[in-house]
């Protein structure tokens, strides 16, 4: 078991530029979520996706943000246009039966 | 809103048991405690959950008081390795509810 796996690990772009995170879920999950997490606010959920669906995206801190997952095998987190406040840890999250989460490595996102 | 409140910090001896407190008065029937923790620059960590009953596995003990209004979670032996983050969190069985992490309390272990 790979465990829920992201890419980038890190990632380091220009403010005004699109910023896209990946996010494999561990096979046979059908929960997947999305935290980001900084010094000031901690960990943050964003969004959160059941067997595919959006359900619940009032984390996401504006119109910049969107998540998508087009199978249970993936899903991205986009951020179009990045500013530097958008700097952070992103976490991704999978869960079978929303009973214990599994958590990857994070993409450490810098925005100069 | 946090559900819980847990001490900012603690120090455990190498080898000795730590014992992390938490405090959930407004936990509801059906709310299960979690207890979750994030080793630097690592993702969080499921440790251990229950509900009424204390319950151990191969990581941590969890002690719910009957009223269930706080818990414990107890490492039997802390090692260096065990230095962290520890989240405690309410949170409802299945999808009631989803993992919202307060503050937590950080955890050092010194040899």
């Known amino acids: 078991d790979a465990g829920v796996i992201q890419s980038p690990r890190h990632e380091v772009t220009e403010m005004g530029q699109e910023v896209t995170l990946r996010c494999k879920p561990i096979?046979?999950?059908?929960?997947l979520f999305w935290y980001r997490q900084t010094m000031m606010r901690g960990l943050e959920l964003l969004i959160y996706?059941?067997?595919?669906?959006?359900?619940?995206d009032s984390g996401m801190p504006e119109d910049r943000f969107s998540a998508k997952m087009p199978n249970a095998s993936f899903s991205t987190l986009k951020i179009q246009p990045s500013e530097p406040r958008d700097s952070a840890v992103y976490f991704c999250a999978s869960s079978s039966q929303d009973i214990t989460y599994t958590f990857g490595s994070g993409t450490r996102l810098t925005v100069v | 809103d946090a559900k819980t409140t847990q001490p900012t910090s603690m120090d455990c001896a190498e080898g000795r048991a730590a014992n992390l407190p938490c405090n959930h008065s407004?936990?509801?029937?059906?709310?299960?405690v979690y207890w979750y923790r994030q080793i630097h620059s690592q993702g969080p960590q499921y440790i251990i959950h229950?509900?009424?009953n204390n319950e151990t596995n191969e990581m941590a003990s969890l002690i719910i008081t009957e009223d269930r209004k706080s818990s414990t979670l107890i490492l039997p032996h802390a090692t260096l390795r065990d230095t962290a983050v520890y989240y405690c969190?309410?949170?409802?069985?299945?999808?009631?509810?989803?993992?919202?992490f307060g503050k937590g309390t950080k955890l050092s272990v010194k040899p």
């Open positions: 407004t936990i509801s029937g059906n709310e299960y």
């Open positions: 969190i309410v949170k409802g069985g299945g999808s009631q509810g989803n993992l919202i």
């Open positions: 229950g509900l009424k």
């Open positions: 096979s046979g999950h059908n929960s």
């Open positions: 996706f059941n067997n595919n669906v959006p359900i619940d």
